[in-house]
């Protein structure tokens, strides 16, 4: 079946360090793949996400790589703030299942001043 | 615009005990899925409903249940809780149902089971 591996957590950065946090996948087919965020209290808001190997997800200075050969999807940024403190999910939706969302475990990122 | 609403934010419960959670989906939209969200894990998806069927189910048991109604809104039943049904709910709205349809998030129903 489906299934989502990311980088355990949690990190901890310093305010404008760079941010990689990993994700690996299987799936049936072709997924499309998301990194969602979820702020303490909130629920869970889609962050980027890509529809086809080689495409590349970006939004907020957050960018990811749909990468078919080493089936990853991982999340970079190159300079985090503060704010960017959450918790943070990979997920797919593959063409053998499109109704729902498959996530990973979500990694905890803590960005000190 | 409003987002996806839920109710109540959280709810306490004891073994046994039934619990009805419900969703509004954002205006215009028409399919609802429910997912659960145990401390320090991924969401689990429970049950997508796409104008008012049930489109697809989780590996939950038949202690869960849901339904759509005509307006679109949605609830989700457990029946005879256990301790183990103490998650964040968390149900998702999106125009159509098909992996292109971006799902949308509610901010989750916090179920505690004592």
């Known amino acids: 079946g489906d299934s989502v591996t990311q980088m355990e957590g949690p990190v901890t950065l310093s305010e404008e360090a760079f941010l990689t946090i990993n994700c690996t996948y299987t799936?049936?087919?072709?997924?499309?793949l998301f990194w969602y965020v979820q702020y303490p209290g909130e629920g869970l808001q889609l962050l980027l996400k890509?529809?086809?190997?080689?495409d590349k997800g970006s939004n907020k200075g957050f960018e990811a790589t749909y990468r078919k050969e080493t089936t990853s999807f991982h999340l970079e940024k190159g300079s985090v703030q503060v704010s960017d403190s959450a918790v943070y999910f990979c997920?797919?939706?593959?063409?053998?299942?499109?109704?729902?969302?498959?996530f990973g475990s979500g990694t905890q990122l803590t960005v000190l001043p | 615009d409003a987002g996806v609403t839920q109710s109540p934010t959280h709810l306490i419960k004891t073994r046994g005990q039934h619990v009805t959670l419900r969703c509004s989906p954002i205006?215009?939209?028409?399919?609802v899925s429910w997912y659960q969200q145990v401390l320090g894990q991924g969401p689990q998806f429970i049950f997508q409903?796409?104008?008012?069927?049930?489109?697809g189910r989780g590996n939950f048991p038949d202690r869960f249940s849901a339904r759509q109604f005509p307006n679109y809104s949605s609830e989700l039943n457990v029946n005879a809780l256990l301790l183990g049904d103490s998650a964040l709910y968390l149900c998702?709205?999106?125009?159509?149902?098909?992996?292109?349809?971006?799902?949308?998030f509610g901010p989750g129903t916090r179920l505690t089971v004592l």
């Open positions: 998702a709205s999106s125009f159509r149902e098909g992996e292109y349809n971006e799902q949308f």
């Open positions: 799936a049936t087919g072709y997924p499309s």
């Open positions: 890509a529809t086809k190997a080689d």
């Open positions: 997920a797919l939706r593959s063409t053998g299942s499109a109704r729902q969302l498959t």
């Open positions: 205006s215009g939209h028409k399919s």
């Open positions: 409903y796409y104008e008012k069927e049930e489109r």
